[in-house]
């Protein structure tokens, strides 16, 4: 049975074994931090998507969704603070005048003591520098580097300056003419809310929207990101799940503590136990806003934050119009009952929620991931399975023949069509039909069907349960609707 320390390198391998998560350009040794979703990794994530979608623009009918592009004009990154405050920690040779990430050269120090053999020691290495960069301990980490005697490979010296901010947006060209110059350089978006900010007006008149409303989004981020050793925990390229309300000034610690039950009964609708989450309220507040948390998911690797719930003031709009130019404000004809008028003109403050897709993904693989001893007296057995919510599991449906000849294959097309509009089906012939329930059991599949040959007599097919393993024989024309009610 795997113990939580090893159940999150469980997890990896499964993914990897049942065509979830593959490591990205794998066949050139993968690439630091970036993964591929394969063929039930991507049905599992468009469910998840999709959910989040129906539960924000479908459940609130005050929110609206929105889909802008991963670039967007630079200023738009100035404005926001990106350019100047999202940054990590480097460092340059002063005899070689070459530079250096931080953790890189540090992992590189733990990689050479690991290939002589101190493990433990690169072990403590990487745990102190994780706890240097947690604490934003510049000062600390430059000590790190000089009593580890981490040198540098051109110059052979510990010769170190300080250590120094490093900005984690990605950067690229725009247009056709390559230039060193700054003026064509371009940021991929390290969040999605942006695109959300610079579109509040566009979506708000054209969609006739009264404050208080939400503007939905899920779309690629990406960050260069310092530490990068989690599989899909922490990704350079990564997917959100972001919502922006805005709401009337002063009324923003309202609607944050709204946000806070919202978004955690979102999360236990999932059927997950409340123990395994709890708020993480930010004491370090960032400059833009006047509350934050973090909701937090206990993972194999402990208590992390999977989602964040942020009162941005009316810092972001506020910034787009100074750098813009363009007004921002919102005119609220409701009455103000101390004045007796319209509250009038004003910037709408904001309160965010958002959550990563792949930390959901990681979230739900983590809680559904059972290793089973299923031996008896007569023999040894086990098996791996995957309890995920019927709604968001890949495969819904496995059609199973009990043989290959005899007609069944034909009935067992027949259920396969009748469902295949409706919800993923899998059809599988191949392999005795143990073996072919526990490939099911493994990729998550809440419900098999076997057609056996009582079937060709009373149209009758045996159902079996994932979570319990427990069969019934129920009647083939009832299948469609019993599992339409099951993923509702
Ligand atoms: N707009 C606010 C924002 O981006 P954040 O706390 O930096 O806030 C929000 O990110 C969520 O995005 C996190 O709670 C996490 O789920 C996800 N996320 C952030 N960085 C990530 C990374 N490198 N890899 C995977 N998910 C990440």
Redesign the pocket.
């Known amino acids: 049975m795997a113990t939580d320390s090893n159940k999150f390198q469980a997890i990896i391998a499964h993914c990897k074994e049942y065509g979830f998560i593959f490591p990205s350009s794998e066949i050139y040794d993968g690439l630091g931090a970036v993964y591929d979703y394969g063929q039930w990794g991507a049905e599992l994530k468009k469910n998840i998507k999709d959910h989040w979608w129906h539960s924000m623009t479908r459940m609130y009918e005050n929110i609206v969704g929105i889909d802008a592009a991963i670039f967007m004009h630079p200023t738009t990154w100035k404005a926001s603070g990106h350019v100047d405050n999202f940054s990590d920690p480097m460092i340059d040779n002063k005899d070689s005048n070459k530079r250096y990430r931080v953790d890189h050269l540090i992992e590189a120090k733990a990689s050479e003591l690991e290939g002589e053999g101190h493990a433990e020691q690169a072990e403590i290495l990487l745990k102190q520098m994780d706890e240097l960069l947690a604490a934003d301990d510049l000062a600390g980490l430059r000590t790190l580097i000089e009593t580890n005697r981490i040198a540098c490979a051109v110059s052979g010296t510990v010769n170190w300056t300080d250590v120094r901010q490093f900005n984690l947006m990605f950067s690229t060209e725009f247009g056709a003419v390559s230039s060193d110059t700054e003026d064509n350089k371009i940021y991929l978006r390290p969040?999605?809310?942006q695109g959300i900010f610079v579109n509040f007006l566009n979506v708000q008149k054209t969609g006739r929207m009264k404050i208080p409303f939400g503007i939905a989004q899920i779309g690629k981020?990406f960050?260069n990101?310092i530490v990068a050793r989690q599989f899909?925990?922490?990704?350079?390229e990564?997917e959100?799940m972001?919502m922006q309300f805005f709401v009337r000034p002063g009324t923003q610690k309202q609607w944050y503590e709204f946000w806070k039950e919202e978004r955690m009964k979102w999360h236990l609708a999932l059927g997950i136990s409340p123990d395994k989450y709890r708020f993480h309220d930010h004491v370090k507040l960032a400059h833009y806003a006047d509350a934050a948390c973090?909701i937090e998911y206990d993972f194999p690797i402990g208590f992390k934050?999977?989602?964040?719930i942020?009162s941005r003031t009316d810092f972001d709009l506020k910034q787009h119009q100074e750098f813009s130019k363009k007004k921002m404000q919102y005119f609220d004809n409701d009455i103000d009952p101390e004045t007796g008028k319209p509250y009038g003109n004003y910037i709408p403050y904001v309160v965010?929620t958002?959550?990563?897709v792949?930390?959901t993904v990681m979230l739900l693989l983590s809680e559904a991931y059972e290793e089973q001893d299923l031996s008896t007296e007569e023999r040894a057995d086990s098996r791996v399975v995957l309890k995920l919510p019927a709604k968001l599991a890949p495969i819904k449906l496995a059609v199973l023949p009990l043989v290959k000849k005899d007609g069944l294959p034909e009935i067992a097309r027949g259920i396969l069509d009748d469902c295949k509009a409706h919800f993923k089906c899998f059809y599988e012939e191949k392999d005795t039909i143990g073996k072919r329930y526990r490939r099911m059991d493994a990729l998550g599949t809440p419900f098999c069907v076997t057609v056996d040959h009582q079937s060709k007599e009373d149209g009758t097919v045996t159902i079996r349960y994932r979570d319990t393993m427990q069969q019934e024989r129920v009647p083939l024309a009832s299948l469609r609707e019993m599992v339409l009610r099951e993923i509702a």
């Open positions: 969040e999605t809310a981020a960050r990101e899909i925990f922490r990704m350079r990564f959100q972001e973090d934050e999977v989602e964040g942020h965010e958002s959550i990563g792949d930390r």
